[in-house]
């Protein structure tokens, strides 16, 4: 199992806060991107892991927050026993 960096997100809307992820990256994979979905199949499936780091280097490991009616499953950090908002900081995916 690999322990993986993501740096950057791709979104459907790069100005909005609040349009989703559809990719997101680390300019050192062979793959460069990966769609949330196959991020979601890889942590389900414990094949991989995932996190951001800030600036600080402080890290958050990559959850993925379950489908409820209406929204769809996505992926989001999560530190200090709370979910956060750390994959939106990051600069979008060139």
Not at 71 to 94: E, F, M, P
Request: hydrophobic residues 30%; contains cysteine.
């Amino acid at each position: 199992m690999a322990n993986c960096q993501i740096t950057c997100i791709t979104k459907t809307n790069p100005q909005s806060s609040h349009e989703h992820i559809t990719h997101v990256g680390n300019s050192a994979w062979s793959m460069k991107r990966l769609t949330v979905e196959d991020v979601i199949r890889r942590i389900r499936s414990n094949t991989d892991t995932f996190y951001v780091k800030d600036s600080r280097g402080n890290v958050a490991q990559v959850g993925v927050v379950e489908a409820t009616p209406g929204r769809r499953a996505h992926i989001r950090t999560y530190a200090d026993g709370k979910w956060t908002d750390n994959l939106l900081s990051l600069n979008q995916c060139s």
